[in-house]
Every structure is written in C-alpha cells, then in structure tokens.
C-alpha cells in the first residue's frame, strides 16, 4: 500500500510539477540525504515565496519534535526542489530562531492558517527554512 507521501508526491509529478491538491501551485517536493543513511528521500511540502525564494516549515503537524527531513538537511544543506514546473538544486538554511525565522513563520502562517494550530500544539519552536537556487 502507498504512504500518503507517496500519493502526494506522484499526482505532484503528474501535474508537471505545477501543484497538486488542497495546495494548488504552493507544493513542492523537498529532497534530501539522510544524516546517517545517505539515502535520498522526497517529502511533499507546502511553501510561500519571500521574494525568490522558498521558504517551508518544519512543523510536522505541531509534533514535539522535529521532522525527519529538517534534522537530515542541516546535516546535509544542499537539496532538491521541485516546484512550479521546474526542478533545481539549492541551498537550505534553517532558521531555528530570531526576527528573521519570525518573519517568515508569520508569512507562512498567514498563507496556510492551518500552521497556526500546528504552533499551538507543540512546546517547540517551529524551525522555518529557506529554499535558495544553488
């Protein structure tokens, strides 16, 4: 049986890369190397646009730790995203804290309110990360 991700991530690639589902074109496909397996992994991620660049949260539904994906892409910044029809290497950053992680988290927020429930239900602060073309 197919994970959810899995789903996701085919009608994504199916839609040539264009969006897919409840997120219309704000989806995109997050791939990186695991911190201790190397293996490459994709994640479906919703994401607003600051300027050029990308920028997804690491709420993972308000859990009180951090998704896999964002504990593997500090280890390993340099990532693939696929996005608005296009696919291309980049650089993350994560941002754990400050004005500019709260900024952007608030971008994030008011763009998918859904997020605001997800920082409700966690004692963490949510992480942000930016999404540059390498």
Same mark, same amino acid.
């Given at each position: 049986?197919?994970?959810?991700?899995?789903?996701?991530?085919?009608?994504? %690639? $199916?839609?040539?890369? !264009? /969006? *897919?589902?409840?997120? $219309? /074109?704000?989806?995109?496909?997050? #791939?990186?190397? $695991?911190?201790?397996? $190397?293996? %490459? %992994?994709?994640?479906?991620?919703?994401? +607003?646009?600051?300027? /050029?660049? *990308?920028?997804?949260?690491?709420?993972?539904?308000?859990?009180?730790? +951090?998704?896999?994906? *964002?504990?593997?892409?500090?280890? +390993?910044?340099?990532? @693939?995203? =696929?996005? =608005?029809?296009?696919?291309?290497? !980049?650089? &993350? #950053?994560?941002? &754990? =804290?400050?004005?500019?992680?709260?900024?952007?988290?608030?971008? +994030? &927020? @008011?763009?998918?309110?859904?997020? %605001?429930?997800?920082?409700?239900? #966690? &004692?963490?602060?949510?992480?942000?990360?930016?999404? =540059?073309? !390498?």
């Amino acid at each position: 049986m197919r994970s959810w991700n899995d789903q996701v991530i085919e009608g994504f %690639r $199916g839609s040539g890369r !264009a /969006g *897919y589902g409840q997120w $219309g /074109g704000h989806l995109l496909l997050l #791939t990186v190397r $695991g911190r201790r397996s $190397g293996e %490459r %992994r994709t994640y479906p991620l919703a994401f +607003h646009k600051d300027g /050029g660049r *990308y920028v997804v949260a690491a709420s993972k539904g308000g859990a009180p730790t +951090h998704p896999e994906w *964002y504990r593997n892409l500090v280890a +390993h910044p340099d990532v @693939t995203v =696929e996005a =608005e029809g296009e696919e291309f290497r !980049a650089r &993350a #950053t994560p941002l &754990a =804290e400050g004005p500019e992680r709260d900024r952007l988290w608030e971008q +994030h &927020a @008011t763009s998918f309110p859904g997020f %605001r429930d997800y920082e409700k239900k #966690t &004692a963490r602060t949510i992480p942000v990360v930016v999404l =540059e073309r !390498a």
